[in-house]
């Protein structure tokens, strides 16, 4: 389903448009709760959309809101009016003025005109929906899969050969088709500056768009309470030129890098229940329970954004992901200061 109640509120949410009646309706509420700072993250606007379909979609809510604007400024200047004009004077007497009951005219205008601005909404929404629903992929365009899961999401680019988790790639001027699945319960996916808000709903693919027109990182979040840990499934989008994109996915493609100086802690990580979770290709590819790892340091955060992606993080997450996280579902493993120390060593190799 494609219009599910997610995307519609994703559409109203965003309806505030560039006007600064929406801005200070909508955005004040809209914009602080998502993505947190301390893993570099910052605050994404609906006003500041940076592709297709979130211009669109801002468009036309601008559009929406000044035509209300419009009808509310008419009606309000009329009520103001009247009552100004027909308050009570000095002069009144307690005389009743003439009594009208029924008139063609005024039954006609207040019937006709709501349902000519009705129609005319109506209009403009359907041809919106139509121009931007795309339920087939685009030729030409950058296939992606997108599982959400508590509390994480997995980035599959089926054509190209890999996995990888809560950091999107995607080029700049090339459309991206994402299906979105989920692996547990109803997730949503909204990246504010990107598209609007679709859910991401067990044994059901739902399919987005996005085409990119500026290059940066961009952050979108897990917009339907999923548990404990909904608040840190987040999401970061890194628009790249084409060929820092192309670049970007040759290393992607590579295996896992095998440095000498921490065979102990892959040895480590192949023995332990680590391989029961996750992959690192080219070492082990049982594990698809959590995060694919075979290049686990090109990304800037762990645990979908919890925490910086670094070793000293790194060694706090093995310790204790909990810490980290309340209610992650990766276990603390239990193992010794020296073997972590490996363990994250060899993670922090994996480039
Ligand atoms: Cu996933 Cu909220």
Redesign the pocket.
Same mark, same amino acid.
């Given at each position: 389903m494609r219009s599910c109640p997610q995307s519609i509120a994703g559409a109203f949410v965003s309806k505030g448009g560039g006007a600064w009646a929406g801005r200070i309706l909508i955005g004040l509420w809209a914009t602080p709760s998502v993505a947190r700072a301390d893993a570099g993250g910052g605050t994404p606007s609906l006003f500041m959309p940076v592709a297709e379909p979130a211009q669109s979609i801002l468009d036309y809510g601008t559009l929406l809101v000044l035509i209300c604007a419009v009808i509310f400024v008419v009606v309000m200047g009329l009520l103001t009016f009247t009552v100004i004009r027909f308050r009570a004077s000095a002069a009144d007497n307690d005389e009743e003025p003439p009594q009208v009951y029924g008139s063609d005219q005024l039954e006609l205008a207040w019937t006709i005109v709501p349902v000519l601005i009705v129609i005319v909404l109506g209009l403009i929404t359907a041809g919106r929906i139509v121009a931007l629903q795309k339920d087939t992929r685009p030729e030409g365009s950058l296939a992606v899969r997108v599982v959400?899961h508590?509390?994480w999401w997995e980035l599959e680019y089926p054509d190209l050969g890999f996995v990888t988790a809560n950091e999107l790639h995607l080029p700049l001027g090339q459309v991206a088709f994402l299906t979105l699945e989920s692996d547990d319960v109803i #997730?949503?996916f909204w990246l504010p500056q990107l598209a609007g808000k679709l859910d991401v709903i067990p044994n059901r693919k739902n399919t987005m768009w996005i085409e990119p027109q500026k290059t940066g990182m961009f952050v979108g979040q !897990?917009?339907?309470? !999923?548990?404990t840990q #909904?608040a840190n499934?987040l999401l970061r989008v890194f628009v790249h030129e084409p060929e820092d994109f192309e670049r970007w996915v040759r290393e992607q493609q590579l295996e896992a890098r095998r440095v000498d100086a921490h065979a102990e802690g892959r040895a480590l990580f192949a023995q332990t229940a680590c391989v029961n979770c996750h992959t690192v290709r080219g070492l082990t590819e049982i594990g698809s329970f959590g995060p694919d790892l075979t290049h686990l340091m090109s990304r800037t955060t762990l645990a979908a954004g919890a925490a910086a992606n670094d070793e000293a993080s790194l060694v706090d997450w093995l310790t204790d992901p909990d810490h980290i996280k309340p209610g992650v579902r990766m276990p603390a493993m239990k193992l010794s200061h020296s073997q972590i120390a490996r363990l994250a060593g060899y993670l922090s190799s994996l480039e």
């Open positions: 959400g508590q509390w #997730h949503s !897990c917009a339907e309470y !999923c548990g #909904h499934m």
